[in-house]
């Protein structure tokens, strides 16, 4: 209880002290991007605890089940969460910054009762497509009843997140801090003890309660926040469509996203089997979300920058290669040394019986050189409300990435579902740029492609030497680079930026 309290309370710190310095150029860029970073980093990390003992009490094939079930929870939530996540802020925040109480509290009851119709919407969606979802996804056994218990994850996690739209709009940074930190460590407390005596049986009960302590946890701080006031009445579901409306491709785009990642789990259960989905799940887990701690502070500090300048076209494109530079530079080194560790990490992290996917996961790290490149540009469709060609782009990218996958899981097995996230994000980084470079007018610059030319060089050579060494010279070799590509990334950043300084001064543990 005192760790947990004292890394609220540094979690807290880090926040109010993000919240005192506004400056736009390097440093800001700089400083939310590596401690939203860090933050999230310590969530991935008890996170990456709860999965070691999943894979250690249920092995591939649970850890498969699970990917599966929870693939299927994000499809029913993301059809039918009406986008309130997307829709809801900027008007929140908009009444929140310019001091307009009632109106906020007028519209914080709006989202509220928004997310309850979603939450009975997602509740039944989520019955009704049960047997569906059953028979696409399994030829053996009826888990028609399993998928039916999701619904109430779905609707306790509808219920959260109109909450979280409430405290995030209104720059409570420091309570959903502590929210994101408590409900990683409830998961852990939950789920583990499920595993444990249920095997199997114990998944769909974990995700249940978790979501439902998620919400619980949610709902006590925001109604600290902001009491619950019961005086709905039909001007706000009026009021709420132009919110939906805001969100609609949002909700569209991320409703699509979560059934690739259904489809593709099923498609590796049906042609493969649960140990597949498990090992293409472990891969994609540890190397996606890795990448999360860097990707983490768009979100919350670059998307709002960004959409106040939207229309400035010197503006827009300043901001954007700043992101992009800085957010390289940052995630190049913590590549090579994940490219370099997979092989101790995958077994430490699950089990031996991982193993044969280090090679997905290796070539599965490239394609984080060009998400790196893409996240900051992607986000000029949203900030400019082109919602349809946020659409367009988002639903491209899933098309190569289903087929790819389909493809190299055929000619490969595993290792070719790694190549083939290589090919969907690389495709998808010339889509977006050709796209932003016509309709935009977005221009990088020769620094980007500097750093760009630099860093890839490293990291592909590392994947190389992956596959040419082993023993002691493999890890000299990958050390070597490491270091290069760390010296490199600090050397630039010490050149734009003083933060380092800052920081040292500034957080003492």
């Avoid at 605890?49 to 094939?61: D, K, S």
């Avoid at 919110?243 to 569209?252: E, F, K, Q, S």
């Avoid at 370099?340 to 995958?346: E, R, S, V």
């Amino acid at each position: 209880m005192v760790i947990r309290n004292k890394m609220c309370n540094f979690a807290f710190r880090i926040l109010k002290y993000m919240e005192e310095r506004t400056d736009n150029g390097y440093s800001h860029v700089l400083k939310y991007t590596s401690l939203f970073g860090g933050v999230q980093g310590f969530i991935i990390l008890i996170g990456l605890v709860r999965n070691w003992a999943m894979a250690r009490l249920l092995g591939a094939g649970g850890l498969g089940l699970n990917s599966l079930l929870t693939s299927m929870q994000n499809f029913a939530s993301q059809c039918t969460n009406f986008g309130i996540s997307f829709g809801a802020v900027p008007r929140l925040s908009e009444f929140h910054e310019q001091q307009e109480t009632q109106k906020l509290l007028y519209y914080i009851q709006v989202t509220r009762l928004w997310s309850l119709i979603a939450a009975a919407l997602g509740f039944l969606f989520c019955v009704a497509i049960s047997p569906l979802i059953n028979g696409l996804s399994f030829t053996w056994g009826n888990h028609t009843y399993h998928y039916a218990m999701l619904a109430i994850a779905v609707a306790t996690s509808a219920i959260a997140g109109g909450e979280v739209v409430v405290l995030k709009a209104t720059r409570r940074l420091g309570a959903l801090a502590k929210i994101q930190i408590y409900n990683v460590l409830i998961s852990v407390v939950v789920s583990i003890p499920l595993y444990y005596f249920f095997y199997h049986s114990g998944v769909v009960p974990a995700i249940v309660l978790i979501a439902a302590t998620n919400m619980l946890l949610t709902i006590a701080y925001s109604y600290r926040c902001y009491p619950l006031r019961l005086d709905f009445n039909r001007s706000m579901l009026r009021d709420g469509a132009d919110m939906i409306r805001l969100g609609l491709a949002y909700v569209l785009a991320a409703a699509i996203g979560s059934a690739t990642e259904m489809l593709i789990r099923s498609y590796l259960n049906v042609e493969g089997n649960l140990d597949d989905v498990g090992l293409y799940s472990a891969g994609f887990m540890i190397t996606i979300t890795y990448a999360g701690m860097v990707f983490s502070a768009m979100e919350t500090d670059y998307f709002p920058r960004l959409s106040a300048v939207a229309h400035d076209i010197q503006a827009t494109n300043e901001t954007v290669n700043k992101q992009t530079e800085v957010s390289l530079l940052m995630l190049a080194p913590m590549l090579v040394g994940l490219l370099t560790f997979l092989p101790i990490l995958i077994p430490m992290l699950f089990k031996s019986e991982f193993l044969p996917v280090v090679p997905m996961a290796q070539v599965a790290v490239l394609a984080m050189y060009f998400k790196v490149l893409t996240m900051p540009v992607a986000y000029i469709t949203l900030a400019r409300h082109r919602s349809l060609a946020f659409l367009f782009l988002e639903s491209s990218y899933f098309v190569v990435l289903i087929v790819a996958i389909m493809l190299g899981y055929q000619w490969w097995g595993i290792f070719g579902t790694g190549i083939a996230i290589v090919v969907a994000h690389v495709v998808e980084c010339m889509l977006t740029m050709v796209y932003a470079y016509r309709y935009y007018d977005y221009r990088s610059t020769w620094a980007i492609a500097r750093y760009t030319g630099v860093q890839m060089a490293i990291g592909f050579t590392a994947y190389a030497v992956s596959l040419l060494f082993e023993g002691r010279l493999y890890w000299t070799i990958e050390a070597a680079l490491t270091i290069v590509s760390t010296a490199y990334s600090i050397s630039v950043l010490r050149q734009k930026t003083h933060l380092w300084e800052r920081l040292k001064q500034r957080i003492r543990i």
